[in-house]
């Protein structure tokens, strides 16, 4: 007994040890960078700088109470910890954005964005007041088009520029790069790319009232929504398939001597690990819907998400993804169902700008309580197969309530949600079932 006491107590009590490797190709731990760099004078400082700043696939807001965590075990030097960051439960990452927004709330743009834009009563027919390209500019991309009646043609070539890194990467010192390169297949198409993501926004946008609606064509085919641009492209000749897709989310988008720096954010699951007291901690995954357009006139790459900037939209997919991060097509949607999907993604971004107009005073965009990039994924994925399998969600179903949109209401409030309530416990068989996907 004694000896089996002491084999269970082993088993329970041996402090966990991140493994390092195996590694995917030219990549390195975040903590490997860090025991190099940050004895360097003011490099901490400037990473966090650079971590503050809204990435692309940010998979949660860099509170202050996280970049506080974050400082705390670089200069405590635990390399253990810093791989596994932040490790919280969602309940202990919930109240950390609720501070956060309350003091974005206070700030000073924030309540100028909110006076340009004074909102609308919910349910409304229309809005209270004509709202410009120029504020809308801050919800959605639009490119070259206004709010105005227009026929375009895709028959010609897009004359947008070609893709360029400026702005998106930045030299931070000691080796250390933040921001993705070209991706080799995708960056040649932008021009393609950023001209439909341009006109699918604006297509999504003939749903908001007041405006008169853009009308593109293409050969003898029209189209004034987003899924009639899509069945419009595969009558002339174009292949589409729409793709789930699901990646590790990179909250650091960092380069070390050339080599990618992993840097997942972790979240514990309180699913215990069999054999010991810790539970599970699981990368935050990032979710987005995927268009692969190819044809005689129209080869391009869009996706849909709605990101930490706030902005529910179609945008371009240039940049090269670091290996880590994987990916994975949770399904494929093909014909009909490629076209259904883009109705719904359209749905989902008038509906998220009937709450930016009607809510402007929420912080982030309403990025957190309106949801995350998962969220309007997860809602149309329950649609389309009758499961969903992202976590987290943390859209605040009651604030879906404008009559406008009931059908992307329902879609919503039918996903689970990872907030305070903990409706999901973490704990379930259904959960165990979602979160290892």
């Given at each position: 007994?004694?000896?089996?006491?002491?084999?269970?107590?082993?088993?329970?009590?041996?402090?966990?040890?991140?493994?390092?490797?195996?590694?995917?190709?030219?990549?390195?731990?975040?903590?490997?960078?860090?025991?190099?760099?940050?004895?360097?004078?003011?490099?901490?400082?400037?990473?966090?700088?650079?971590?503050?700043?809204?990435?692309?696939?940010?998979?949660?807001?860099?509170?202050?109470?996280?970049?506080?965590?974050?400082?705390?075990?670089?200069?405590?030097?635990?390399?253990?910890?810093?791989d596994r960051f932040p490790g919280w439960t969602m309940q202990?990452?919930?109240?950390?954005?609720?501070?956060?927004?309350?003091?974005?709330?206070?700030?000073?743009?924030?309540?100028?964005?909110?006076?340009?834009?004074?909102?609308?009563?919910?349910?409304?027919?229309?809005?209270?007041?004509?709202?410009?390209?120029?504020?809308?500019?801050?919800?959605?991309d639009l490119g070259e088009y206004a709010l105005e009646a227009?026929?375009?043609?895709?028959?010609?070539?897009?004359?947008?520029?070609?893709?360029?890194?400026?702005?998106?990467?930045?030299?931070?010192?000691?080796?250390?790069?933040?921001?993705?390169?070209?991706?080799?297949?995708?960056?040649?198409?932008?021009?393609?790319?950023?001209?439909?993501?341009?006109?699918?926004?604006?297509?999504?946008?003939?749903?908001?009232?007041?405006?008169?609606?853009?009308?593109?064509?293409?050969?003898?085919?029209?189209?004034?929504?987003?899924?009639?641009?899509?069945?419009?492209?595969?009558?002339?000749?174009?292949?589409?398939?729409?793709?789930?897709?699901?990646?590790?989310?990179?909250?650091?988008?960092?380069?070390?001597?050339?080599?990618?720096?992993?840097?997942?954010?972790?979240?514990?699951?309180?699913?215990?690990?069999?054999?010991?007291?810790?539970?599970?901690?699981?990368?935050?995954?990032?979710?987005?819907?995927?268009?692969?357009?190819?044809?005689?006139?129209?080869?391009?790459?869009?996706?849909?998400?709605?990101?930490?900037?706030?902005?529910?939209?179609?945008?371009?997919?240039?940049?090269?993804?670091?290996?880590?991060?994987?990916?994975?097509?949770?399904?494929?949607?093909?014909?009909?169902?490629?076209?259904?999907?883009?109705?719904?993604?359209?749905?989902?971004?008038?509906?998220?700008?009937?709450?930016?107009?009607?809510?402007?005073?929420?912080?982030?965009?309403?990025?957190?309580?309106?949801?995350?990039?998962?969220?309007?994924?997860?809602?149309?994925?329950?649609?389309?197969?009758?499961?969903?399998?992202?976590?987290?969600?943390?859209?605040?179903?009651?604030?879906?309530?404008?009559?406008?949109?009931?059908?992307?209401?329902?879609?919503?409030?039918?996903?689970?949600?990872?907030?305070?309530?903990?409706?999901?416990s973490l704990r379930g068989s259904s959960v165990r079932c979602?979160?290892?996907?």
């Amino acid at each position: 007994m004694s000896i089996l006491l002491a084999l269970f107590g082993c088993r329970s009590d041996a402090p966990y040890v991140v493994p390092e490797e195996p590694m995917p190709a030219n990549t390195v731990m975040l903590s490997q960078m860090m025991r190099e760099l940050s004895a360097t004078p003011g490099f901490t400082d400037a990473m966090l700088a650079q971590l503050d700043k809204n990435g692309k696939k940010g998979p949660a807001l860099m509170t202050p109470a996280l970049v506080k965590r974050l400082r705390e075990l670089i200069l405590g030097k635990d390399w253990q910890g810093l791989d596994r960051f932040p490790g919280w439960t969602m309940q202990a990452i919930n109240p950390t954005v609720r501070v956060a927004g309350r003091v974005v709330a206070k700030d000073q743009s924030v309540t100028d964005l909110a006076a340009q834009h004074p909102g609308m009563q919910v349910g409304s027919e229309s809005t209270k007041s004509a709202v410009t390209k120029s504020q809308i500019k801050d919800y959605i991309d639009l490119g070259e088009y206004a709010l105005e009646a227009e026929k375009v043609s895709l028959d010609a070539p897009s004359k947008l520029p070609s893709f360029t890194t400026d702005g998106l990467v930045s030299e931070l010192g000691g080796g250390v790069v933040r921001g993705d390169g070209a991706n080799p297949t995708l960056a040649p198409m932008h021009a393609e790319s950023q001209r439909l993501a341009d006109l699918l926004n604006r297509l999504s946008l003939n749903g908001l009232s007041d405006y008169a609606p853009v009308t593109v064509a293409i050969e003898s085919q029209s189209a004034k929504t987003p899924q009639e641009l899509v069945k419009a492209l595969m009558t002339t000749g174009h292949t589409v398939v729409v793709a789930d897709a699901r990646y590790f989310a990179n909250f650091g988008h960092f380069h070390y001597k050339g080599q990618d720096v992993m840097m997942p954010f972790w979240v514990d699951s309180q699913i215990r690990v069999p054999g010991t007291r810790r539970s599970l901690l699981v990368p935050v995954s990032h979710a987005e819907y995927e268009w692969e357009v190819r044809g005689p006139k129209v080869n391009a790459n869009v996706s849909w998400y709605f990101g930490i900037d706030g902005k529910a939209e179609f945008r371009t997919m240039d940049t090269q993804d670091q290996s880590w991060v994987l990916g994975r097509h949770a399904h494929e949607y093909r014909d009909a169902d490629a076209v259904e999907v883009t109705r719904l993604v359209g749905k989902m971004s008038i509906a998220y700008m009937h709450q930016h107009l009607a809510r402007p005073e929420l912080p982030f965009g309403g990025y957190y309580p309106l949801g995350v990039c998962q969220d309007g994924v997860a809602a149309i994925e329950r649609k389309m197969t009758g499961k969903d399998t992202l976590f987290p969600n943390t859209a605040d179903g009651a604030l879906f309530d404008d009559r406008r949109d009931a059908e992307v209401n329902e879609l919503i409030k039918a996903i689970p949600k990872d907030r305070e309530e903990g409706c999901r416990s973490l704990r379930g068989s259904s959960v165990r079932c979602r979160l290892l996907i």
